[in-house]
């Protein structure tokens, strides 16, 4: 599937207001991380944070609430003085399975921001991680799974000596 | 169906913001591609992308995500300046048993972009392909049964010659 | 039903924004046309077109389909320049079973546009067809049952000589 | 019911946007009709027309169309030149069993245009039978018990020899 | 419960915006009166009348339908000339088994008015009824048990001798 | 869980917008009282308050109803004058199971209040109770798990004299 073409991710390079998230899929002894590729669309308007899963009946509970508290922060950060005129769509792309968790919040934030900013993210880098609605990073499981997808998609399309993975420091272990 | 003039189709000149789509329909050992005429109705407006499929219930969670990127893609390209202040309709015709998968999100935008820019497309050649948010064409399934139903159906209607399809790059096997 | 006055229908004069669309009741065997007066209410507003069937939850799919198919039509051919500022109620009067299908669009955009033209429609002529996005005629089944139900209804009222029904092209067999 | 105050209703003198409407309760030997005070309250506003019923989850399919076909006749008949502003709400008071069937359009009408011209309506006169959008009158069902079930409340709350019943010409049997 | 201020509820001194409503919890032999302490909040805003209950799915039906008429009257009542701008909230505090029926709409009715004209209710007198559309009082169920709830809560937290309860006149049997 | 970091909680120091909430988890003799951190982001809009729990489905009636009394509280408090021009999202960090009943509403109040008026909260205090409209605490229930459930919390991060508890005067036992 990654090494014939099939899921468009890149592994190198900078783009804007794309960014590789890290998602299980499977269980127990037989699960595997799998990369996905998260773009956000931001343009004018006043429809704010876009869930395109949610719309779609493709996303959780704990999905939605994860985006939900990305609106929250952004509010609070950027929105003290004067109200947010912003339309901005997140989905995941070529993701027929649906998703749900909140372990990619943190990851759809920077794409976010990078598609507003217009501040382009290194594609070999992957990210992984839950936010609150003050930024601060929280936990999430199955990171061993989820680098080890990452670094299996690296391989298939060229290692680099570049790459790596953003996870958050409470998951570090040392 | 099409022989005798029941279902409206075009494999001839040229139509503004009307397309021919390739669907599957059937699975395994008879399934076989059915061309759909895909029709966008654009105006002045400020209800956005209609997905008529959607509004009717005849629409399922894949499609209604496809469209949905194509309304990212939207604002994205084009109301980075300005809000878009648009209402475009899209719609199967004919079509009576409802629409699923991403496979005609590229083709959807096409009919749209044609309908908007008031740009002619070519009825000879059919189209199949998803399509992310940042306008990248993405790989879909059933390729050679569409193009077959395409070309049963020009069969018909008279072979010019001119007549094609366009496919993702992916699928292309050389 | 028909003769003795239950349910309002005309086949002679002429009446705006009325018309009398053609339905198939029952099946097989004993299926036979129904002739429905529907009626069309446009008036100033911004509500558009509303179903008044699909409010009603009387309304199934593919009949919402054509009536959002109108939608697109009118917003198509008559707001290019500026939005339509207009609200327009259409109802099958006396249908208390529910409609389904889309065999009366092309009646109901008759309907719909003698309305707002404020041109009368001959109560004579009966219509039958579905109609696209592009204002083209799609045939629809059950032609001979909908056309001998009118001309039962005709003759109980009183055959006139001027009563006849519009049936789309593809339906007329030579 | 009616003999003890429970039921407040008026079978003498005149009242604005009240109107005395009568339905069926029950089925086959024992059915009989009952009489239903309906009042209309109408202020400056947006909302246009509210079926309280509708909205509390107690009105049926057939009530809901109509009260719609009611919204688009006051639309054809009134805002032609410029659009309703006009919030008016409808309820079956003291109905607690819900509400369905379309045989008090006509009752509610009345109410309506009473309430917004401030004209009274005689409260010895009830009413039933169904409109359509072009403000036809309908035929009804089970007339007899309408007439005999106003007749009973009249008979306890006292015969004036000005009581009467309004029904559709159609349900006239000479 | 009511010894233990547990559930807070006045039967002395006076209130704007709240006031003591009365339900039947249980049922036959055993069913009692159950004092409820409503509250309202009316501020500037354009929400209307918000039926918290409704809004938090614990409000039944005819419940609803109070509310809606309580609406209606106040439209009636207070915006002939003017548009009502307003947000008023309704609630029955520290009830958590849901409400329904239209027994307290008189009740929320007054403490809607107390609290938009801030004129205080006396807590030492409950109240029970049903209200239409015109402000006319209908009688309700239950009235012994609803008395008997009262006093018992008065006794508990002191009777005073100028505690009481309003009913409905049809309530009264002499 | 606490002790290891994957839960963000602080004990010390003060927040704007940020409080320590208790609930009750589990049954009977193995309940326990589990710390949930409460923020709130405040910014400019007009979305009022935003329940995100209730927007993800992650909410039961009754905690709905407890934000909704707090919405009427803040109007009735703050916006006699002029209409609250604001949006302030609600959530439970990091809590997966879903939140129900309201004893959580005080606390979820004040993280607001801090908020809005960038007043920071002490973190060595957690906070249970329910309010009503008129900003009255309201007594709660599984007092003794909540404060031992605090207790443990601070014990592994660090008990420092200033940690405490604010219960519902009525929950108080001498």
Chains 1, 2, 3, 4, 5, 6 share one sequence.
Do not use: W
């Not at 073409?5 to 299980?24: C, F, M």
Request: hydrophobic share 35%.
């Amino acid at each position: 599937m990654f090494d014939d073409g099939t899921y468009l991710i890149d592994v190198e390079g900078e783009k804007v207001g794309e960014i590789n998230g890290l998602a299980v899929v499977g269980s127990g002894q037989y699960s595997f991380g799998k990369p996905s590729k998260i773009t956000v669309s931001s343009y004018r308007g006043k429809a704010g944070l876009i869930n395109i899963e949610r719309e779609a009946r493709t996303s959780g509970s704990l999905h939605d609430k994860g985006v939900m508290i990305i609106s929250g922060y952004l509010g609070h950060t950027f929105a003290q003085d004067k109200p947010l005129a912003l339309t901005a769509s997140i989905v995941f792309e070529q993701l027929y399975s649906g998703v749900d968790g909140d372990s990619a919040s943190s990851t759809e934030l920077y794409a976010l921001l990078s598609s507003i900013a217009e501040v382009p993210i290194k594609q070999s880098i992957a990210v992984t991680g839950s936010i609150n609605q003050r930024g601060e990073i929280q936990p999430i499981g199955g990171v061993n799974e989820k680098i080890e997808g990452f670094y299996r998609v690296c391989r298939l399309k060229g290692l680099t000596g570049d790459q790596g993975v953003i996870i958050p420091h409470q998951n570090v272990q040392t």
